[in-house]
């Protein structure tokens, strides 16, 4: 299939290339390429391989690109609470507005698979486990713009949306602004892991585990077409003090617990992904062998622009 992918020089989108790709996928990546210059080099050499550097406002090119496509994976957004609240014009054009705009374009046989987030779910009541039915209520302009998104895609035919756990593991386009990511660097680096409101709870997913979700819900598209799916690795819902312990196993560390300082992020939730565990796909990486890859990438980098502020 002709596959475009917006923002696809990304965290995301620079791994998911290479999954396609190899699996025979035809992929077309569109980015502005405001952060890493160099994430795709890898697939120049592949004939099935196309980029252009373009900022997905561009309509007039874009619709063009759209219209070629069998399957469109809209992966371009401001990511991130920080980013968005310094951002906010963008943020809401990018993440909500361009969104919107490809969603009254596209065809009803065109494949579209959105990813949304966790975020979405905000705070769960009473340690509550996050279902697809549970309600949204996001508590950042991020949060905000990726579930306006949403509901858009939800209510056009034949669009998937999917949401994404707090992603971990290596990239070419790395990203150490991430929980996990960040924990096992400054653990690395510092020597020293200071937890903010410890007790707030998260869901993590391995990047491979998104890169394999997105070819099962191609693969398996009569099944998926018009559903929402969370998709994380139910065995990693846990606490920020969790995670840290768990670091701490691979990586000499101490952990020191700030009693009195508020964590500016808010989002504190435990979230099921069984629905789509129930269809048949299941992750394949776990929360030790990324924190184990993340170790060797980070003796292989040390520049600024990993994070997305």
């Not at 952060?35 to 619709?63: A, M, T």
């Not at 391995?206 to 693969?219: A, L, N, P, Y």
Request: hydrophobic share 40%.
């Amino acid at each position: 299939m002709n596959v475009l992918i917006t923002g696809g020089a990304g965290y995301i989108g620079s791994e998911l290339s290479g999954f396609l790709l190899n699996s025979g996928h035809t992929v077309r990546v569109v980015d502005n390429l405001e952060y890493e210059p160099d994430s795709l080099l890898r697939y120049i050499g592949h004939d099935n391989f196309d980029f252009d550097k373009l900022d997905v406002r561009r309509k007039d090119i874009l619709e063009k690109y759209i219209a070629e496509a069998d399957v469109i994976i809209p992966l371009a957004a401001l990511v991130g609470f920080p980013l968005c609240a310094e951002r906010e014009r963008d943020a809401i054009e990018v993440n909500y507005e361009i969104n919107k705009w490809i969603a009254e374009i596209k065809r009803p046989e065109q494949i579209l698979i959105y990813p949304c987030t966790n975020s979405g779910y905000g705070v769960s009541e009473d340690g509550s486990v996050c279902t697809e039915e549970s309600p949204l209520n996001p508590v950042s302009l991020y949060g905000k713009t990726k579930v306006d998104a949403e509901t858009v895609f939800k209510n056009t035919e034949g669009c998937c949306t999917l949401r994404l756990a707090t992603v971990f593991g290596p990239s070419s386009r790395a990203r150490t602004d991430l929980l996990v990511n960040n924990f096992v660097l400054k653990a690395l680096r510092e020597k020293v892991l200071v937890l903010y409101e410890c007790e707030f709870m998260r869901n993590y997913v391995h990047i491979w585990d998104i890169c394999r979700v997105f070819e099962f819900i191609i693969e398996n598209w009569d099944q998926c077409s018009g559903e929402t799916f969370n998709v994380g690795n139910d065995s990693i819902n846990m606490n920020k003090l969790q995670l840290a312990q768990k670091i701490k196993e691979h990586i000499p560390v101490e952990i020191i617990k700030a009693e009195f300082t508020q964590d500016p992020d808010k989002r504190d939730y435990i979230v099921s992904s069984q629905k789509i565990f129930d269809l048949g796909f299941e992750c394949k990486y776990d929360l030790d062998y990324g924190i184990k890859q993340l170790i060797k990438m980070y003796k292989l980098i040390d520049r600024p622009w990993y994070a997305n502020y």
